[in-house]
């Protein structure tokens, strides 16, 4: 099993900035993919960004130039950096650690964080 923790959520300012900590622990052998997705009132979770054991990154279109995501291998440990936040950034942020063991691929989530805007 793994454990996902999510941190760094709050209430902040529109334009402000915010940095959001996920990390991984168990069975944390074999975690490639880690990432952020978010989930606003009312609507769907969606991607907001994902990064491999290797460093190679995918954003969500709305949030390229604003969000950087980046991780310590190290430390088992994801950052999610969030700049020039609107109001529309407000939602629930979970973090997401997939581990593959081939054939098999499984996903483990956090609880979420919430983040909340104010304009």
């Known amino acids: 099993q793994v454990q996902v923790v999510e941190s760094g959520g709050g209430l902040v300012q529109a334009g402000g900035s915010l940095r959001l900590s996920c990390a991984a622990s168990g069975s944390i052998f074999s975690i490639n993919t880690m990432g952020w997705y978010r989930q606003a009132p009312g609507k769907q979770r969606e991607l907001v960004a994902t990064?491999?054991?290797?460093?190679?990154?995918n954003y969500a279109d709305s949030m390229k130039g604003r969000f950087t995501i980046s991780r310590d291998n190290a430390k088992n440990t994801v950052y999610l950096q969030m700049s020039s936040l609107k109001a529309e950034d407000t939602a629930v942020y979970y973090c997401?650690?997939?581990?593959?063991?081939?054939?098999?691929?499984?996903?483990?989530w956090g609880k979420g964080t919430l983040v909340t805007v104010s304009s």
């Open positions: 990064i491999t054991s290797g460093g190679r990154t």
């Open positions: 997401n650690a997939e581990r593959c063991l081939p054939p098999t691929c499984m996903s483990y």
